[in-house]
């Protein structure tokens, strides 16, 4: 996590909520988050095949074919829930780092808009394009151009899409998180339709009594 959070200052002055008088704040070029993104998927999808290579060395041939369909969706989920706890433990820390000199948001839209604006301008070095909301705990966010997506091919029929939806689970993790932090129970989930573009949908959960 703290190579995560290092790794978002380029060496330009970087923007809000940076603090300019943290004594640890250090300095690395922006290109190491880009290519820290581009790693990590495929890095889940190695974690996890090795971990399930280890563990079925005793089953039957036969027991593999039959069961081929669901071993992929368990080996889908456990890239997604690695992915996913990784973003999640990155977005706790950029909050608790970055949102300690301001004053405690009183209202769920206001941290959404701090999570629009300010954390994702210290993350992707650009504001959130669109947020819809049904005031009701439901909030879309829209990123016409998201950056993780910007170096990806997006040739025709090349199922560029599907390739693609994994590198969202990890900045599903961050709004999460962040979340989290500052006292918002949610689930996220993100789709994108056309490269660059990607959606996120946030649903507020009631804690319970």
Request: proline share 6%; hydrophobic share 40%.
């Amino acid at each position: 996590m703290k190579l995560f959070i290092y790794a978002i200052f380029p060496y330009h002055f970087p923007p809000p909520p940076y603090n300019a008088s943290d004594p640890t704040a250090s300095f690395l070029n922006s290109s190491c988050l880009d290519l820290l993104m581009i790693e990590l998927v495929p890095m889940a999808w190695r974690i996890v095949r090795e971990v399930d290579t280890a563990s079925s060395e005793s089953s039957t041939q036969a027991a593999e074919n039959t069961a081929h369909n669901e071993e992929e969706q368990e080996e889908r989920d456990a890239v997604f829930y690695r992915l996913e706890m990784l973003g999640y433990r990155v977005g706790q820390g950029l909050v608790e780092r970055f949102s300690k000199d301001r004053p405690r948001f009183t209202d769920t839209l206001d941290v959404i808009k701090f999570l629009c604006k300010d954390l994702w301008m210290l993350v992707f070095r650009k504001q959130i394009d669109n947020l819809k909301t049904n005031h009701r705990g439901v909030y879309v966010l829209t990123d016409n151009s998201f950056r993780p997506f910007s170096r990806m091919s997006t040739e025709a029929g090349g199922q560029a899409v599907v390739r693609a939806q994994p590198f969202l689970w990890f900045p599903c993790g961050i709004i999460r998180g962040a979340l989290a932090s500052m006292g918002i129970n949610a689930t996220v989930q993100a789709e994108t339709s056309e490269l660059p573009g990607a959606t996120f949908q946030i649903k507020s959960v009631a804690a319970k009594p």
